[in-house]
């Protein structure tokens, strides 16, 4: 059985998420941090939940920043539009950088550009894949 468990603040927006699966390896903790507008700024997410951890983070445990696997931040233009999303994971198995752009009537929304930046800790330089 999954069991999935939002907190949010006083003004009612999303700031933490447990999601605790059947299968452990699927289980995760995403905070969330938000501006004073509500828009999204972060998301870290613990992806090495174990039950204990799990129930801690259920409490009010905060997430230390050796504990984030995998780290999103977004940025946003002065009408509060995304802008940007970048995604650190922390195992460097795929990074991406996505840029957004709108059109002169607002309501469109296109995606720019992404990049994804693939590592190969294998390799004998320890280079990288970079795809565009």
Known sequence: MTTIDWFYDNLGRLTREV???DTDSR??????LLDLVGNRREKNVDTDSTPAVLASY????AM???DVDEATVYTYDDNDRLLTETKDVDVAAD???TVYAYG???DITQQTRKTVTVH????PKNSYFLAR
């Open 19 to 21: 999601y605790d699966s």
């Open 95 to 97: 990074d991406r950088h």
């Open 64 to 66: 230390a920043s050796g």
């Open 58 to 61: 259920r409490s009010g445990t």
């Open 27 to 32: 289980d995760y903790t995403a905070d969330y």
């Open 104 to 106: 002169a009537s607002d």
């Open 120 to 123: 190969f800790p294998n390799h």
